[in-house]
């Protein structure tokens, strides 16, 4: 019985399969100031995640943690507490902690380009301006990974970027934001499922 025991403790050993396990980062800023602004839509999706499938976050290193299984797979569900402009660094602790490779992590942000609540995921891509992009690019040193744009569009008038994006949801959207957000949900669920091209196929433009 002891090569029994010895296989027991050897599975035990072992590793968690890599491509089993998930990184879901949604960037913002930490404070009551930055809750309900446009570039914090990264959190607001991940909260309305943990709240329906009753999780809660434990603070951790370099951000606020959840964990969440399905049909075999893990999600570590991470809001880094680094501010924007240094998401990176939280993102390459957990990839690294947690042994998750580059093509199952998906980022989670804003995007002005795009018409309010509009999803678009991409495998890879430029930062096109984000600061929370482009930390984790330069931490990374490399732009292959999958992200996870909101649109949050861009109705601000010349000279007001900073305003817009740092601003509150207007009346209009915050009606339309639960479904936007539930959507959203379906949509990293499906990630993590289904595959990046099939979450595409059926999220992009939705």
Do not use: C
């Amino acid at each position: 019985m002891k090569w029994l025991t010895n296989l027991f403790a050897k599975q035990k050993e072992e590793p968690t399969d890599p491509m089993k396990k998930f990184l879901i980062a949604g960037l913002g800023n930490i404070g009551a100031e930055y809750v309900n602004t446009r570039h914090n839509i990264g959190f607001k999706v991940l909260d309305r995640l943990v709240q329906q499938e009753g999780l809660s976050y434990e603070t951790a290193k370099f951000g606020a943690v959840a964990e969440y299984k399905i049909k075999g797979r893990t999600l570590i569900l991470l809001k880094p507490n680094t501010y924007m402009n240094l998401s990176g660094k939280a993102v390459k602790h957990w990839m690294e902690k947690e042994n998750i490779p580059a093509e199952n992590v998906l980022v989670v942000t804003d995007d002005l380009n795009i018409p309010f609540g509009t999803i678009r995921i991409k495998a890879k891509g430029s930062d096109g301006g984000h600061n929370g992009l482009k930390s984790i690019q330069q931490l990374l040193n490399s732009s292959d990974y999958p992200r996870f744009r909101f649109g949050i569009s861009d109705e601000f008038k010349k000279g007001k970027q900073i305003d817009y994006v740092l601003g509150e949801w207007d009346d209009k959207e915050k009606l339309a934001l639960p479904e936007r957000l539930d959507k959203s949900v379906e949509a990293i669920k499906s990630f993590t499922l289904a595959g990046l091209a099939d979450t595409m196929s059926n999220f992009n433009g939705k």
